[in-house]
């Protein structure tokens, strides 16, 4: 079994932030992939599932950002599950918008919500981190981050969410590197 979690802060005001790309990544996830209802569970919301051959369970803790990782660890504690068994998704600044890339362990890059995960499991975790550049001053870093997506920008992030549903059998599989490719030539197309 494997627990996909992505980070956002819970309620419909955040819905459209730059910072809860992860839980609008599980919730086209379940969609795409038929995955059962969701359930409260593990200081957050939970859907079972399937993806290719793997068991997939899709985690969004309701905990807000800066404590995801008891939710988390929650979660990992009760299924006996290591962090090689975890794949957080989540918004990078440092990345330009709508790029996705993948790598385990690394930095927190200043992110709350990788910050409690590391505090509650240590950094080694694989991470899918979804591009939304950095609006050039760190003054103007948590308005952007906190802020909606543009109308200007919708296309592009429908057509990136789809591409990583669709290649979510990929990552499943342990494919990084074939789901970074295919999720980039989905984008040029």
């Given at each position: 079994m494997?627990?996909?979690t992505g980070?956002?802060?819970?309620?419909?005001?955040y819905?459209?932030h730059?910072h809860?790309?992860?839980?609008?990544?599980?919730?086209?996830?379940?969609?795409?992939?038929a995955?059962?209802p969701?359930?409260k569970?593990f200081?957050?919301?939970?859907?079972?599932?399937?993806?290719?051959?793997e068991k997939?369970?899709l985690?969004k803790?309701?905990?807000f950002?800066?404590?995801?990782?008891?939710?988390?660890?929650e979660a990992?504690?009760?299924y006996?599950?290591?962090?090689?068994?975890?794949?957080?998704?989540?918004d990078?600044?440092?990345?330009a918008?709508f790029?996705?890339?993948?790598r385990?362990?690394?930095?927190?890059?200043?992110?709350n919500?990788l910050?409690?995960?590391?505090?509650?499991?240590?950094p080694?975790?694989?991470?899918?981190?979804?591009?939304?550049?950095?609006?050039?001053?760190?003054d103007?870093?948590?308005?952007h981050v906190?802020g909606n997506?543009?109308k200007a920008?919708?296309?592009?992030?429908?057509q990136?969410l789809a591409?990583?549903?669709c290649?979510?059998?990929?990552?499943?599989?342990?494919d990084?590197v074939?789901f970074?490719?295919?999720?980039?030539?989905?984008?040029?197309?």
């Open positions: 494997q627990i996909w980070l956002g802060n819970p309620g419909p005001q819905a459209m730059r809860n790309i992860g839980f609008m990544v599980c919730d086209v996830i379940a969609e795409m992939h995955f059962g969701a359930q569970k200081s957050g919301w939970v859907q079972e599932g399937r993806i290719g051959t997939v369970l985690l803790p309701a905990t950002m800066n404590e995801s990782g008891r939710a988390v660890g990992l504690r009760f006996k599950l290591g962090t090689e068994a975890l794949t957080v998704f989540h990078e600044l440092d990345l918008p790029k996705v890339k993948v385990t362990g690394g930095g927190l890059a200043g992110h919500g910050r409690s995960i590391d505090k509650h499991l240590g080694d975790f694989r991470r899918v981190r979804i591009g939304i550049g950095h609006p050039g001053h760190k103007r870093v948590t308005g906190l997506y543009a920008e919708q296309d592009d992030l429908v990136m591409a990583i549903g290649e979510a059998d990929r990552l499943a599989a342990g990084d074939r970074m490719s295919d999720v980039a030539m989905r984008m040029q197309g």
